[in-house]
């Protein structure tokens, strides 16, 4: 069976989170790496998302994903962090596109719903299912570590559910059953 092999990036200027896993079709998942890359808040914006970008394009460089995954921008009430997260966001877009790879983007409350089949699940439980999910000995840490790791097993997940009558129901999970049902509402 060949896998897929899925870049998750959860953006952000100081700490923005990178994991890799290779996903089966039967959706059972492999951790290929995961880290963060950090700049400093001191620097200038162009010289931290020049490391962000640097990071970004060694993961592509030395794991070769076949895709990308972003956590989509959402409205917060702080427009500095929104801002800093869009930088973020668009420079890993971009490292995409100059690799020739696919890219996308997913909500936190997609990632979450996806992971733990509950869309408001806090941030302890996403990383309890993807240490299950990758069967890891601890929870992923630092936070945005997991939530890359959970960006790349949704993307996964998504992008090889089965359609109507393709699979059978039961080789999905509870949480996976719970998006796929909660994607089907959404359209």
Request: hydrophobic share 50%; proline share 5%; aromatic share 2%.
């Amino acid at each position: 069976m060949a896998s897929l092999r899925v870049l998750g990036v959860d953006p952000g200027l100081t700490r923005c989170g990178l994991g890799v896993v290779d996903v089966l079709p039967d959706r059972s998942a492999t951790l290929v790496h995961v880290g963060v890359v950090r700049s400093d808040a001191g620097a200038p914006i162009e010289a931290r998302l020049a490391i962000i970008a640097a990071g970004i394009r060694a993961v592509i460089r030395d794991h070769s994903p076949h895709v990308v995954a972003v956590e989509r921008v959402f409205a917060q009430s702080n427009r500095h962090s929104v801002m800093g997260t869009a930088q973020a966001s668009g420079v890993a877009l971009l490292a995409a596109a100059e690799a020739g790879l696919a890219a996308a983007t997913h909500t936190p409350s997609e990632v979450k719903a996806a992971i733990t089949g509950y869309g408001s699940a806090d941030k302890r439980q996403v990383q309890t299912m993807v240490a299950r999910v990758l069967r890891l000995d601890e929870l992923p840490k630092p936070a945005d570590a997991a939530d890359a790791l959970a960006l790349a097993l949704c993307h996964a997940w998504r992008g090889s559910a089965p359609t109507a009558g393709a699979a059978s129901h039961r080789t999905l999970t509870p949480a996976q059953r719970a998006w796929r049902q909660a994607e089907r509402v959404r359209r």
